[in-house]
Protein backbone atom coordinates (compact mmCIF):
# COMPACT_ATOMS: atom_id res chain seq x y z
CA UNK A 1 0.00 0.00 0.00
CA UNK A 2 1.84 3.10 -1.22
CA UNK A 3 -0.78 5.55 1.28
CA UNK A 4 -0.07 7.69 4.27
CA UNK A 5 -1.51 6.56 7.24
CA UNK A 6 -1.82 2.75 6.35
CA UNK A 7 -3.67 2.09 9.49
CA UNK A 8 -6.98 3.24 8.12
CA UNK A 9 -6.88 0.55 5.07
CA UNK A 10 -6.21 -2.26 6.89
CA UNK A 11 -10.14 -3.66 7.25
CA UNK A 12 -11.19 -2.74 4.14
CA UNK A 13 -8.08 -5.02 2.83
CA UNK A 14 -9.20 -7.57 5.11
CA UNK A 15 -12.73 -7.32 4.26
CA UNK A 16 -12.15 -7.65 0.51
CA UNK A 17 -10.29 -10.70 0.81
CA UNK A 18 -6.79 -9.62 0.97
CA UNK A 19 -4.11 -12.26 2.61
CA UNK A 20 -1.08 -9.78 2.91
CA UNK A 21 -1.17 -5.81 3.86
CA UNK A 22 1.89 -4.44 3.43
CA UNK A 23 2.66 -0.62 4.38
CA UNK A 24 5.49 2.01 4.20
CA UNK A 25 7.50 2.35 7.20
CA UNK A 26 7.76 5.51 5.84
CA UNK A 27 4.19 6.41 5.90
CA UNK A 28 3.99 5.63 9.94
CA UNK A 29 5.76 6.86 13.27
CA UNK A 30 4.16 3.31 14.94
CA UNK A 31 4.41 0.29 12.81
CA UNK A 32 3.81 -2.25 15.29
CA UNK A 33 -0.09 -1.87 16.33
CA UNK A 34 -0.35 -1.90 12.45
CA UNK A 35 0.86 -4.94 12.44
CA UNK A 36 -0.96 -6.42 14.98
CA UNK A 37 -4.05 -5.14 13.71
CA UNK A 38 -3.07 -7.09 10.38
CA UNK A 39 -2.64 -10.03 12.10
CA UNK A 40 -5.87 -10.03 14.20
CA UNK A 41 -7.58 -9.36 10.56
CA UNK A 42 -5.71 -12.80 9.83
CA UNK A 43 -3.46 -11.11 7.31
CA UNK A 44 0.19 -11.58 6.97
CA UNK A 45 2.02 -7.99 7.64
CA UNK A 46 4.64 -6.74 5.25
CA UNK A 47 6.72 -3.61 5.81
CA UNK A 48 8.19 -1.63 2.74
CA UNK A 49 11.16 0.63 3.18
CA UNK A 50 11.69 2.96 -0.34
CA UNK A 51 15.20 3.52 -1.67
CA UNK A 52 16.08 6.65 0.90
CA UNK A 53 15.26 4.66 3.88
CA UNK A 54 18.32 2.65 5.39
CA UNK A 55 17.75 -1.12 6.17
CA UNK A 56 18.48 -0.22 9.54
CA UNK A 57 14.92 1.55 9.88
CA UNK A 58 13.66 -1.54 10.12
CA UNK A 59 14.48 -2.64 13.85
CA UNK A 60 15.10 -6.04 15.32
CA UNK A 61 10.90 -5.60 16.75
CA UNK A 62 9.46 -4.47 13.58
CA UNK A 63 11.05 -7.49 11.70
CA UNK A 64 10.51 -9.99 14.20
CA UNK A 65 6.55 -8.70 14.19
CA UNK A 66 6.51 -8.37 10.59
CA UNK A 67 6.22 -11.49 8.35
CA UNK A 68 7.97 -9.58 5.10
CA UNK A 69 9.83 -7.05 4.44
CA UNK A 70 10.24 -5.43 1.38
CA UNK A 71 13.24 -3.29 -0.21
CA UNK A 72 11.85 -1.05 -2.82
CA UNK A 73 14.37 -0.86 -5.89
CA UNK A 74 12.58 1.87 -7.41
CA UNK A 75 11.32 4.93 -6.21
CA UNK A 76 6.79 3.84 -5.37
CA UNK A 77 4.89 5.28 -8.00
CA UNK A 78 4.66 3.30 -11.37
CA UNK A 79 6.37 0.43 -13.15
CA UNK A 80 9.07 0.68 -15.98
CA UNK A 81 11.60 2.72 -13.78
CA UNK A 82 15.35 1.90 -13.99
CA UNK A 83 16.20 -0.69 -10.87
CA UNK A 84 18.44 0.67 -8.27
CA UNK A 85 21.38 -1.49 -7.49
CA UNK A 86 22.32 0.31 -4.15
CA UNK A 87 19.20 -0.80 -3.13
CA UNK A 88 20.85 -4.36 -2.96
CA UNK A 89 23.05 -4.30 0.00
CA UNK A 90 19.85 -3.40 2.15
CA UNK A 91 18.67 -6.60 0.80
CA UNK A 92 22.10 -8.21 2.45
CA UNK A 93 21.72 -6.61 5.67
CA UNK A 94 18.31 -7.82 6.38
CA UNK A 95 19.05 -11.27 5.07
CA UNK A 96 22.47 -11.14 7.54
CA UNK A 97 19.87 -10.31 10.47
CA UNK A 98 16.66 -12.34 9.38
CA UNK A 99 17.34 -15.40 7.73
CA UNK A 100 14.58 -17.01 7.70
CA UNK A 101 12.19 -13.83 7.14
CA UNK A 102 10.48 -13.44 3.34
CA UNK A 103 12.49 -10.19 2.08
CA UNK A 104 11.06 -9.23 -1.20
CA UNK A 105 12.33 -6.86 -4.08
CA UNK A 106 10.13 -4.50 -5.97
CA UNK A 107 10.89 -2.57 -8.92
CA UNK A 108 12.61 -2.97 -11.95
CA UNK A 109 13.41 -6.20 -11.82
CA UNK A 110 13.75 -8.86 -14.67
CA UNK A 111 16.21 -11.10 -15.70
CA UNK A 112 19.07 -8.79 -16.44
CA UNK A 113 18.70 -7.46 -12.34
CA UNK A 114 17.29 -10.77 -10.45
CA UNK A 115 20.78 -12.07 -9.95
CA UNK A 116 22.12 -9.66 -7.90
CA UNK A 117 18.46 -9.52 -5.83
CA UNK A 118 18.63 -13.26 -5.45
CA UNK A 119 22.31 -13.72 -4.64
CA UNK A 120 21.37 -10.95 -2.00
CA UNK A 121 19.05 -13.06 -0.55
CA UNK A 122 15.94 -12.01 -1.75
CA UNK A 123 12.80 -14.95 -1.92
CA UNK A 124 10.02 -12.81 -2.87
CA UNK A 125 10.10 -10.97 -6.58
CA UNK A 126 7.81 -8.16 -7.49
CA UNK A 127 8.25 -7.99 -11.30
CA UNK A 128 6.00 -5.67 -13.75
CA UNK A 129 7.72 -4.63 -16.87
CA UNK A 130 10.17 -7.60 -17.17
CA UNK A 131 7.17 -9.75 -17.87
CA UNK A 132 4.77 -7.83 -19.44
CA UNK A 133 6.46 -6.76 -21.94
CA UNK A 134 8.26 -9.92 -22.78
CA UNK A 135 7.55 -12.20 -25.68
CA UNK A 136 7.14 -15.00 -23.83
CA UNK A 137 6.38 -14.18 -20.22
CA UNK A 138 6.50 -17.81 -18.52
CA UNK A 139 9.65 -18.10 -19.78
CA UNK A 140 10.65 -14.71 -17.61
CA UNK A 141 8.74 -16.15 -14.29
CA UNK A 142 10.20 -19.91 -14.57
CA UNK A 143 14.00 -17.97 -14.68
CA UNK A 144 13.16 -15.42 -11.85
CA UNK A 145 11.73 -18.05 -10.10
CA UNK A 146 14.88 -20.66 -10.62
CA UNK A 147 16.81 -17.89 -10.10
CA UNK A 148 15.88 -17.15 -6.57
CA UNK A 149 15.61 -21.41 -5.66
CA UNK A 150 19.34 -21.47 -6.93
CA UNK A 151 20.54 -18.70 -4.97
CA UNK A 152 18.35 -19.60 -1.42
CA UNK A 153 19.54 -23.44 -1.64
CA UNK A 154 23.11 -21.91 -1.86
CA UNK A 155 22.60 -19.57 1.10
CA UNK A 156 20.73 -22.67 2.92
CA UNK A 157 23.72 -24.59 2.47
CA UNK A 158 26.29 -21.79 3.42
CA UNK A 159 23.98 -21.96 6.83
CA UNK A 160 23.83 -25.69 7.40
O1 LIG B 1 4.48 -0.31 -7.64
C1 LIG B 1 5.57 -0.31 -8.09
C2 LIG B 1 6.36 0.92 -8.18
O2 LIG B 1 5.62 1.93 -7.60
C3 LIG B 1 6.16 -1.56 -8.57
O3 LIG B 1 5.38 -2.67 -8.16
C4 LIG B 1 6.31 -1.55 -10.03
O4 LIG B 1 5.06 -1.35 -10.63
C5 LIG B 1 6.91 -2.82 -10.54
O5 LIG B 1 6.96 -2.72 -11.90
P1 LIG B 1 8.33 -2.82 -12.71
O6 LIG B 1 9.33 -1.92 -12.05
O7 LIG B 1 8.72 -4.27 -12.61
O8 LIG B 1 7.94 -2.40 -14.08
Known amino acids: MMVSQPEKWVDDIADAGGSLYCFHLEATSDPLPIIDHIHERKMKAGVAISPDTPS ?25 QKFLERCVPKVAELRARFPDKDIEVDGGVGPKTIDVCADAGSNVIVAGTAIFNAEEPEKVIALLKSTVDVAQAKIAAKRA
Do not use: N, Q
Request: hydrophobic share 50%; glycine share 12%.
Open 56 to 80: TAVTDEIAEAADMLLVMTVYPGRGG
